[in-house]
């Protein structure tokens, strides 16, 4: 543990993240999306933590070395934004901050600006995120970490927090005000905002920096302990070989500084209301559809400057990942348009995406793009052109194969090498979960397909994705651990006890590593030796 804290100490004394580049093809080079490999996916908030939440501390660094010893090369995670209504990473106040939750507090504390956190006398789940007790007390903690470097930090360090601030003023400027007058509202939405700075009237806005300078300074000060920490991060997580897989939801909520800060991308009425909303239409599933609430872009208007917005907001993807899945990928085809009136999606209508050119002026600016289109739902031959015509990987998820029959595109020996197999995501069921609440017909047919009960369902499904064509395998944390429904990271169309779950440090053991690495080594998918260690053969 000490050298994980002096990692993370070394990378605040030289302040910079290190992965400053003109075009993103550098970051090719930590995953080949063309050759076999396997990943584990796992919120960086349910790490193991003593402060409430997982981080960027020594557990996030211990789980690197838990996936190096298993063979994983692929360490996914969900939004790294700040968290939003019901405690959920894609309703995010920014699309471009990270989450003051994810700042580790003992590189804060080695720095000298923070004292030693006292926990709260009941201290804090091991197994779960109490949000409501969690975020009070780890804001306080870097509140006063704030006050300790702006107190006592040396020059150089000032230096480097100031030079920071001036490469990302491009969007941290306006994240910063928005946050202190979020808070000088008392956490109202900003529509509700005295009106100069609801309209974002210049005069307005240059009396709130002058007013709000502290708070302001405070919300910069979070957000380079971020970038730092989590640029620490990457890099160790590469330097052993695991590439970083992030997530980016494609709409931003309506309070949000990116609403706020250029309504005219969106349709807004002249209360700055939404006119339409996002969701998808009704289906087997659910009746009323799903009415998600978003804003939706105008594209037009973000295709007369190039896609810029979108441009910037991919760069900032790739600060902190080698490669980043796309939520919803075929609102990028074709939308659900749902006027904002309607209670329900039921009055939706389709509406064309930007396609194929956005991802070209992106291509542009930045380079190859490595992109994995969530493309599930309701997938239509427009999306399948866009995605085959971007040449993105697309998803294959295991739980979802056995309610047809051997026809079934989920089925693993109807994969193709473009795609990555899952045996569910964060809004699934985990594996044991799905095998309790499937049908006798799926759990029969899952059962014969994978030679399998219920006691091993979960390995036999993490070994027919790993042995599938698809070039990359992912698997939740969850189901490796062989865990059941209460372990369960995400329900959708649910409010409240969700995104909390947390693994324990005692459930990261060597037997379920052992036993992955096997599976990962055996197709092809990591080191050999591997297999030929445990087997002792050559």
Not at 53 to 70: E, H, I, K, R, T
Not at 77 to 95: C, E, H
Not at 145 to 174: H, I, M, N, Y
Not at 179 to 208: F, I, K, N, S
Request: glycine share 8%.
């Amino acid at each position: 543990m000490h050298s994980d804290l002096a990692m993370i100490r070394q990378q605040f004394e030289n302040k910079l993240p290190t992965n400053e580049f003109s075009t993103l093809d550098e970051s090719l080079t930590m995953i080949d999306l063309q050759q076999r490999s396997a990943g584990v996916l796992l919120h960086i908030t349910s790490l193991p933590s003593p402060h409430g939440v997982g981080d960027f501390g020594p557990g996030a660094y211990q789980f690197v070395d838990w996936l190096v010893s298993a063979g994983q090369r692929i360490w996914q995670l969900l939004p790294t934004t700040p968290i939003g209504p019901g405690d959920s990473p894609y309703q995010s106040v920014s699309a471009f901050a990270g989450s003051p939750l994810m700042v580790a507090l003992e590189p804060l504390v080695e720095a000298g600006w923070l004292a030693s956190p006292t926990l709260p006398a009941d201290g804090f789940d091991a197994g779960l995120v109490d949000f409501a007790k969690v975020v009070p007390w780890r804001m306080a903690q870097l509140r006063a970490a704030a006050q300790g470097f702006f107190a006592t930090a040396s020059a150089e360090a000032r230096s480097s927090f100031e030079a920071w601030c001036v490469q990302r003023a491009d969007w941290l400027d306006d994240y910063a005000v928005f946050m202190a007058l979020e808070t000088a509202h008392q956490g109202q939405p900003w529509w509700q905002w005295d009106a100069p700075v609801r309209r974002r009237d210049a005069q307005a806005l240059d009396a709130a920096r002058r007013q709000h300078v502290d708070e302001m300074r405070f919300w910069q000060f979070v957000q380079w302990c971020f970038d730092s920490q989590a640029a620490a991060l990457k890099a160790y997580a590469n330097g052993k070989g695991v590439a970083i897989m992030g997530d980016l939801p494609i709409f931003i909520a309506h309070h949000s500084v990116d609403c706020w800060a250029r309504p005219d991308l969106y349709y807004l009425d002249e209360q700055f209301q939404p006119t339409v909303v996002a969701g998808v239409p009704p289906d087997d599933m659910g009746p009323d559809g799903q009415r998600w609430g978003n804003p939706l872009y105008r594209w037009d208007r973000m295709a007369a400057e190039h896609f810029a917005w979108w441009t910037a907001r991919v760069r900032r993807a790739l600060d902190h990942a080698d490669v980043f899945r796309i939520d919803h990928f075929r609102g990028f085809a074709g939308y659900w348009e749902i006027p904002a009136t309607c209670p329900t999606a039921k009055e939706g209508v389709w509406q064309p995406g930007p396609g194929k050119p956005l991802f070209d002026a992106i291509a542009r600016a930045l380079g190859t793009l490595p992109i994995v289109a969530e493309d599930l739902g309701l997938i239509t031959p427009d999306v399948i052109a866009l995605r085959d015509g971007c040449g993105f990987p697309g998803m294959k998820i295991l739980q979802f194969a056995f309610g047809g029959d051997g026809s079934h595109e989920f089925l693993p020996h109807n994969y193709v090498p473009t795609t990555l197999a899952y045996t569910g995501t964060h809004d699934n069921d985990t594996v044991k979960g799905w095998w309790h609440s499937a049908s006798a017909r799926e759990r029969a047919y899952a059962g014969a397909y994978l030679a399998a009960t219920e006691n091993d369902i979960h390995w036999a499904m993490i070994r027919a994705a790993c042995n599938s064509v698809s070039r990359q395998a992912i698997f939740p944390l969850q189901d490796v651990l062989g865990l059941d429904s209460s372990h369960r990271m995400n329900v959708p169309g649910t409010c409240g006890g969700n995104w909390g779950w947390r693994v324990r440090p005692e459930m990261l053991g060597s037997e379920p590593a052992r036993v992955l690495g096997l599976i990962t080594a055996a197709s092809g998918r990591g080191p050999f030796e591997l297999m030929a260690k445990a087997f002792n053969v050559g």
